[in-house]
């Protein structure tokens, strides 16, 4: 079963502008999230993560939302630059160490 | 901080063959992470090591699947008698105490024809 779900697989958006990539949760135990980044042939990248006990981490254009009401969280890249075009994964930890792993979303930054 | 590294990067390889993969961790991390990634799909978990412990095993590792981690520092994962179904790219992470974010390396593409 899919734990963690990112729905809209690609996305397309403006160099300048705001992307915002969406990711769902549905196991209560997870108290540690994470997005990373994957550009072809290479492993995934450490974006900015967040703790459950907060509802908001920001680190320079980015910028990650928990809801946990919600079991949601959101990534804001802003202003987003070529280079962001990848492919994102939003992860999510249940203090076990293993890391559980949505579907991905690929950006595309249109200069 | 040189990275974690994965050898070999591509393995080709005949269905029944054995293929063995080798992981080198950033030096000062103590947990080492296997995960697998199929088309389309996200990492998915195979297996965790805390130093030489192998702590965990998702059910995805098959009896054909073993890995280790003999003195706590590199790790290889050996897949015997390959399928069809093992192609994918295999990722290996590393992460250290008590900081839960894991460092990937590049990981190594398998192809079994």
């Known amino acids: 079963d899919q734990q963690v779900k990112q729905n809209s697989p690609s996305l397309s958006v403006q160099e300048g502008r705001i992307s915002i990539l969406n990711c769902d949760y549905t196991?209560?135990?997870?108290?540690?999230f994470l997005w990373y980044k994957k550009y072809p042939a290479e492993g995934p990248t450490f974006l900015i993560s967040?703790?459950?006990?907060?509802d908001k981490n920001e680190d320079g254009r980015f910028t990650v939302f928990l809801n946990k009401s919600a079991k949601h969280l959101s990534l804001h890249i802003v202003p987003s630059q070529p280079g962001d075009s990848a492919v994102y994964f939003c992860?999510?930890?249940?203090?076990?160490?293993?890391?559980?792993f949505g579907k991905g979303n690929q950006v595309v930054v249109i200069p | 901080d040189t990275g974690v590294s994965q050898n070999p990067r591509h393995k080709i390889t005949k269905r029944g063959q054995n293929v063995t993969f080798r992981c080198d961790p950033i030096?000062?991390?103590?947990?080492l992470y296997w995960y697998r990634q199929t088309l389309g799909q996200g990492p998915e978990f195979l297996t965790y090591?805390?130093?030489?412990?192998?702590?965990?095993k998702s059910r995805l590792l098959s009896d054909r699947f073993s890995a280790e981690r003999p003195k706590g520092s590199f790790s290889t994962l050996e897949i015997q008698r390959t399928e069809q179904g093992d192609s994918a790219m295999y990722l290996c992470?590393?992460?250290?105490?008590?900081?839960?974010?894991?460092?990937f390396g590049p990981g190594t593409r398998l192809t079994v024809t």
């Open positions: 992470a590393s992460s250290s105490d008590p900081v839960m974010k894991q460092y």
């Open positions: 967040i703790s459950s006990i907060k």
């Open positions: 196991n209560s135990m997870f108290d540690y």
């Open positions: 992860a999510a930890s249940a203090g076990n160490n293993r890391l559980a």
């Open positions: 030096s000062e991390h103590n947990r």
């Open positions: 090591f805390q130093n030489e412990a192998q702590l965990e």
